[in-house]
């Protein structure tokens, strides 16, 4: 099933899994959360291809996912110190 989501919709459920997603203890949920964000970053990338959605510009899925990783290494960084 492939939802056509806007970027709004798309940084809502980032920021959804970027709150929630060190709660999770379990693998089950961790594993769930890193396909969603696989799943986004995937049909992200289509967008402009011509394979994919070729009258359509990217959003930049994969470096806001990439800026949020880099925000809690720094994170867990820091409070590790």
């Known amino acids: 099933m492939v939802l056509d989501l806007s970027l709004s919709q798309i940084m809502d ?3 959804v899994l970027s709150l929630t997603y060190p709660r999770y203890i379990d693998s089950g949920s961790r594993d769930a959360a890193v396909k969603v964000l696989q799943a986004l970053v995937k ?6 291809r011509p394979e994919g959605e070729p009258d359509v510009s ?3 899925v994969g ?3 990439l800026g949020w990783l880099s925000k809690e290494v720094g994170r867990v960084i820091s ?3």
Request: glycine share 12%; net charge positive; aromatic share 6%.
């Open 79 to 81: 409070t590790k110190r």
């Open 43 to 48: 049909r992200d990338e289509m967008r402009g």
């Open 13 to 15: 459920v980032l920021d």
């Open 58 to 60: 990217k959003f930049g």
């Open 63 to 65: 470096e806001q996912v």
